[in-house]
C-alpha cells in the first residue's frame, strides 16, 4: 500500500491515533503465526513431560488452543508474553514492506524499529490480560515525550470489545505525560483515574484481523478483560525517526541526536536512545540503505547481544 493519506495523517495528529484497516493480507501475518505454533508445540512437549498438562490440545485451532491449555496452567503463556520469542516470522512482519509505508508516513524516510516487539495472548479472564491506562511516554527518556515514537498495535486475530481491544483518549497527546505509577503486582505503570483528563471521551477501538492501531506515544490507552472463550492475539510495535535518540549502529546525519551529557540533570542532555533497555536498528532507509538491517540473523544477533541499560527512573 502507498502508505497514509493526507486525510488519515491529519486525523492522526489531530487525535493521537488513528485504526488503518486494511495494512496486511493473511499471508503477512501467518509467517509470526507460525513462530508462535512451533514455540507453542515445544513448549506443550516439555510441560507434558512435566506432569504440567495433560495433552497438548493440538485439535484446537489458533485461537482457542492457548485458551485451552491456560485452563490447566498459565506457564505457557506467561513463557511468550511480551518479546520473548525470536522468530523470522516476526522479523518479516516488523520489515513488512506495507507497515513500513504506513509507518514512513509519519515518522519520515530514515527509520528506526525496535528490536523488542510485544506479543500479546490475551487469555479469557486472566489478571494479567487487562493493561491499566497508561502512555506509552511513561516507558521512555522525558526528553522523547514531545517527539513522535509510533506504536503500531496489530492484533493476529479480529480484535472486539468483547475481547479486549484498545479504547483511547482522543486529543489527550497535546498535552504533558500524566502522572503514572508501578501497578501493584503487575509490570505495568498506570495512570490512576484521578490523573486521566477530565471530560474527555474514551473511544473503543476494534481493529479486524489485517488492521492496525496507530498511537502516538502520549496517547492514553487502555485494555480490559477478554470475555470471550478465545485468545486475542495481538502485536505492538515501535517506529522513530532516525534524528531521534537511537542505539542503532548507524552513521549518524547531519541534525541526527547524538548522546551528550553524563545524566537528565545536566542541561545539555541527550540519551542514547529514547528507550534504552531495547535495541534499535535501522529499518528503511534512503541515504544509507548499506545500513538498514535486511536479515532475521542479524536481527537475533543484535536481540542477544544488546546491553540492557536501564530505564532512566522518572517514576522512582
Known amino acids: 500500500m502507498p502508505g497514509l493519506s493526507e486525510n488519515q495523517k491529519a486525523f492522526f495528529h489531530r487525535e493521537g491515533y488513528l485504526m488503518v484497516p486494511d495494512v496486511f493480507d493473511d499471508a503477512d501475518l501467518q509467517p509470526p503465526i507460525d513462530d508462535i505454533n512451533r514455540a507453542i508445540d515445544e513448549r506443550v512437549a516439555t510441560l507434558m513431560a512435566e506432569g504440567k498438562l495433560s495433552r497438548d490440545y493440538a485439535e484446537e485451532d489458533f485461537e482457542r488452543r492457548m485458551a485451552r491449555i491456560s485452563e490447566e496452567t498459565d506457564e505457557l503463556a506467561l513463557s511468550m508474553w511480551d518479546g520473548r520469542l525470536n522468530g523470522p516470522g516476526f522479523f518479516e512482519l516488523i520489515t513488512n514492506d506495507k507497515l513500513l509505508?504506513?509507518?514512513?508516513?509519519?515518522?519520515?524516510?530514515?527509520l528506526i524499529a525496535s528490536s523488542v516487539?510485544?506479543?500479546?495472548?490475551?487469555?479469557?479472564?486472566?489478571?494479567?490480560s487487562?493493561?491499566?491506562?497508561?502512555?506509552?511516554?511513561a516507558y521512555f527518556e522525558p526528553y522523547c515525550d514531545k517527539a513522535l515514537v509510533l506504536t503500531v498495535w496489530l492484533p493476529l486475530v479480529d480484535a472486539t470489545e468483547e475481547n479486549g481491544c484498545l479504547w483511547v483518549i482522543p486529543r489527550a497527546h497535546t498535552g504533558q505525560v500524566l502522572p503514572h505509577r508501578w501497578a501493584d503486582g503487575k509490570p505495568y505503570l498506570e495512570i490512576d483515574e484521578a490523573d486521566l483528563p477530565p471530560g474527555m471521551e474514551k473511544v473503543c477501538c476494534p481493529v479486524p484481523r489485517g488492521g492496525a492501531l496507530l498511537l502516538t506515544n502520549r496517547t492514553p490507552h487502555v485494555s480490559f478483560d477478554n470475555r470471550t472463550d478465545r485468545v486475542r492475539w495481538s502485536m505492538d510495535l515501535r517506529y522513530q525517526s532516525a534524528a531521534l535518540p537511537t542505539n542503532a549502529d548507524i552513521t549518524r546525519l547531519a541534525g541526527e541526536s547524538e548522546p551528550r551529557g553524563a545524566s537528565p540533570e545536566d542541561p545539555d542532555f541527550v540519551p542514547i536512545a529514547c528507550f534504552p533497555p531495547e535495541a534499535d536498528f535501522l529499518v528503511r532507509s534512503r541515504q544509507r540503505p548499506d545500513e538498514v538491517v535486511d536479515s532475521p540473523a542479524v536481527f537475533a544477533a543484535l536481540r542477544e547481544r544488546h546491553d540492557k541499560t536501564p530505564l532512566t527512573p522518572r517514576w522512582k
Not at 101 to 110: F, I, M
Request: with cysteine; hydrophobic share 25%.
Open 101 to 110: 509505508d504506513v509507518a514512513e508516513s509519519l515518522c519520515g524516510e530514515e
Open 117 to 128: 516487539y510485544r506479543l500479546r495472548p490475551k487469555i479469557p479472564s486472566h489478571n494479567k
Open 130 to 137: 487487562p493493561v491499566p491506562w497508561h502512555q506509552d511516554s
